[in-house]
């Protein structure tokens, strides 16, 4: 049974920074994309950023610059490290990983967190 659990959000102040910690068990590393995703109260969900298993990532046009991907296979993990806040970041971010990937990178239906709370004050 695969499981995804999050962790690593909380409450910032503008401008802060934040590391969300992404770990899988039970998943197959193999021909598979990754990404994180967030929703905010009353909006859709978005992809913030996506990564393959052959490294390529993508980032939400929202983040670029702020906040980067990345993977440790060894360990199982996705992390979202997040810089320069703001407080439209301000949302429930969700990991997901998938062998259904929309346009090579963004996992679709596969495997879901429960989510994990991030809130940036300003």
């Known amino acids: 049974q695969v499981q995804m659990v999050e962790s690593g959000g909380g409450l910032v102040q503008e401008g802060g920074s934040l590391r969300l910690t992404c770990t899988a068990s039970g998943f197959t590393y193999s021909g598979y994309c990754a990404g994180w995703f967030r929703q905010a109260p009353g909006k859709e969900r978005e992809g913030v950023a996506a990564?393959?298993?052959?490294?390529?990532?993508r980032y939400a046009d929202s983040v670029k610059g702020r906040f980067t991907i990345s993977q440790d296979i060894a360990k199982k993990s996705l992390y979202l490290q997040m810089n320069s806040l703001k407080p439209e970041d301000t949302a429930m971010y969700y990991c997901a990983a998938s062998t259904i990937c929309s346009g090579g990178i963004w996992p679709r239906f596969g495997y879901w967190g429960q989510g994990t709370q991030v809130t940036v004050s300003s």
């Open positions: 990564v393959n298993s052959v490294g390529n990532t």
